[in-house]
């Protein structure tokens, strides 16, 4: 990252953490309600759009939901919502009960929330300015009735906004999977990713590779349409684990078109980030355990 992009990320967070006077205001979590306990609360981010983040979070939720895990995915990118469709949920609405958010569920058990899901037409643009978007995403997390959960994912938006900046400071995140692809930028934008969880002193897992690849269905012989992988080297230059790769799959993509990716994904698919969650999560609670809380 350049010097002065650093110092732009780095002025932004001091703005939000601490006031435009210099007044120290702490990140301020916002509280669970009765109806809700959540244990553990993962990002899937990136430093910009069209890398896969929604697939990633799909793809851990439908893992960990297949290992016996209670799991929900927040679907905070909300202009750009696409977990719905992909879920199977595709014209389905939320609904309130006692003033709370009843988060939709999948065929396998996954809860979800997103503002397709509260939208009257899925394709109804969402034109909201920065604190409109940030209250929703608030209102996603404290007034929804979540029940118990074990993991919720949320899959963010694209890039270092208030979105980001309205999740990191008002949810209480364990830590970030990044998600990138082998392409020439892909240092640039994992790292203005990789910085902002850094400042915002947040626990980044690893770096998954999206579109490495793709598999000959005659051979089996891989293609690297973008080039040779970077994910080895980009995970080393920012010293992040690095949690595997997934290919371009079209069949995976139908699957998310037409809302079969629940029953569609092959098991296996990255397993190693999986396992990073699970070990993250059982180290949380453990420290968690040791001092109280």
Avoid at 35 to 43: D, L
Avoid at 128 to 150: H, M, N, T, Y
Avoid at 162 to 188: C, E, K, N, R
Avoid at 195 to 205: E, F, H, R
Wanted: glycine share 10%; net charge negative.
């Amino acid at each position: 990252m350049e010097k002065s992009e650093q110092d732009r990320l780095r002025e932004e967070v001091d703005e939000v953490l601490h006031g435009s006077k210099g007044a120290a205001q702490p990140p301020q979590v916002e509280e669970q309600n009765a109806c809700s306990n959540v244990r553990h609360v993962i990002g899937v981010v990136s430093g910009k759009g069209g890398v896969g983040k929604s697939l990633v979070c799909g793809i851990l939720a439908v893992n960990l939901a297949r290992r016996g895990a209670r799991v929900g995915i927040l679907d905070a990118d909300i202009t750009g919502p696409s977990v719905p469709r992909m879920m199977g949920l595709a014209g389905e609405r939320a609904r309130a009960v006692d003033e709370l958010l009843v988060p939709n569920r999948t065929a396998g058990g996954i809860k979800v929330m997103s503002a397709n899901l509260v939208l009257e037409h899925e394709s109804d643009p969402v034109l909201w300015r920065g604190p409109v978007v940030a209250g929703a995403i608030k209102q996603f997390w404290s007034e929804c009735a979540w029940g118990e959960l074990d993991y919720l994912l949320v899959d963010m938006p694209p890039g270092t906004g208030d979105v980001a900046l309205t999740v990191f400071q008002s949810l209480p995140v364990d830590g970030v999977v990044i998600v990138s692809s082998p392409q020439d930028l892909v240092q640039m934008v994992v790292g203005k990713a990789v910085n902002m969880a850094n400042l915002m002193q947040v626990p980044v897992l690893g770096l998954v590779e999206n579109m490495a690849y793709v598999e000959c269905p005659h051979c089996g012989e891989r293609i690297y349409p973008y080039g040779p992988s970077r994910l080895a080297e980009t995970a080393e230059a920012f010293d992040v684990e690095a949690l595997g790769q997934l290919g371009i799959d079209p069949a995976l993509a139908a699957a998310c078109d037409d809302g079969t990716f629940e029953r569609a994904l092959p098991e296996g698919l990255l397993s190693e980030a999986t396992d990073t969650v699970v070990r993250v999560a059982e180290f949380v609670d453990a420290v968690r355990g040791g001092t109280g809380a």
